[in-house]
């Protein structure tokens, strides 16, 4: 009997050690790996739509130039005291097509939830 209790300790030690040493050569999940990072969010979620049109208010009213939004061509989101969305636009400045990546930052609680936090313009060649 004793020696059945010490095979069984024996078999439940090198059972768990082969779990462990498993779980440490299996790779990361992307949701571990973007964990408080970036992922992938659909151009056609509202809120990302929300989100560019905030982008395109703000850079008309910053530069005096009507600015008109074309398309959403990549958007990603980040887990933050709300949300902040990062966009790549294709943009009408002046008549001219540009792309443009801005970072807006959501928080549904606040009177004006969407904030432009960054705006960038490049040429279209």
């Given amino acids: 009997m004793k020696h059945s209790i010490q095979l069984i300790a024996v078999l439940i030690l090198v059972v768990a050690a082969g779990c462990q040493s498993e779980s440490e050569t299996q790779p990361k999940t992307a949701e571990a790996e973007t964990a408080g990072g970036w992922s992938k969010v659909s151009v056609q979620d509202d809120n990302v739509r929300k989100a560019a049109e905030a982008a ?14 074309v398309s959403i061509d990549e958007a990603s989101q980040q887990v933050v005291a709300g949300m902040n969305y990062s966009l790549k636009l294709t943009v009408k400045v002046g008549g001219k097509t540009q792309r443009a990546e801005a970072t807006v930052w959501w928080q549904a609680w606040r009177p004006v939830p969407f904030e432009v936090t960054g705006w960038s313009l490049q040429s279209v060649r």
């Fill in 56 to 69: 395109v208010r703000y850079a008309s009213k910053s530069s005096g130039k009507p600015v008109d939004l």
